[in-house]
Every structure is written in C-alpha cells, then in structure tokens.
C-alpha cells in the first residue's frame, strides 16, 4: 500500500514539474491531468524498454577489483 502511495505522489509531483515547466516555456496551460498521464506514460514506457534494469546493471557493476590485497598473501576484504 504505501508503494502505491509513493508512486502516486511521484506522479503528481512530476505533473507539477511538467506543468510549472511548459506553461512559462510554451505559455499554454493544457491542464495538470494531461500531464499526470504524460508523466505516466513516461515511466511506462521507460519500464517497458528497461531503463531501469539497465541502469542497475550499469551502477551496480561500478566497482573495480580492489587496490588492497593484489600483493600475494594479502588479506582481501
């Protein structure tokens, strides 16, 4: 349940960004709704393409083999 909760505010709050955004770019209000389900469709689509895992798999494989320790009978951490 409060995954739910989580992403809704994420949503609206990215709505909020949208709308702050393109109403002082574009001067056009099309209404905070529509940028609920762009924002939305947005993450959809970043989900279904796998952004996210692939993302993960680039921040997670970040760490190189470690500086202490190469010296034969080293302790490894």
């Known amino acids: 349940m409060s995954q739910i909760k989580i992403n ?3 949503a609206y709050s990215g709505s909020l960004s949208f709308a702050n955004f393109f109403s002082r770019v574009l001067h056009k209000h099309p209404g905070r709704a529509w940028y609920v389900l762009v924002n939305c469709g ?3 689509a970043l989900m279904e393409f ?3 895992a692939f993302l993960n798999k680039i921040l997670g494989s970040t760490r190189t083999s470690p500086s ?3 010296a034969p009978g080293a ?3």
């Open 8 to 10: 809704t505010t994420n």
């Open 42 to 44: 947005i993450a959809l």
């Open 50 to 52: 796998g952004a996210f």
């Open 68 to 70: 202490r320790g190469s």
């Open 75 to 77: 302790r490894t951490w």
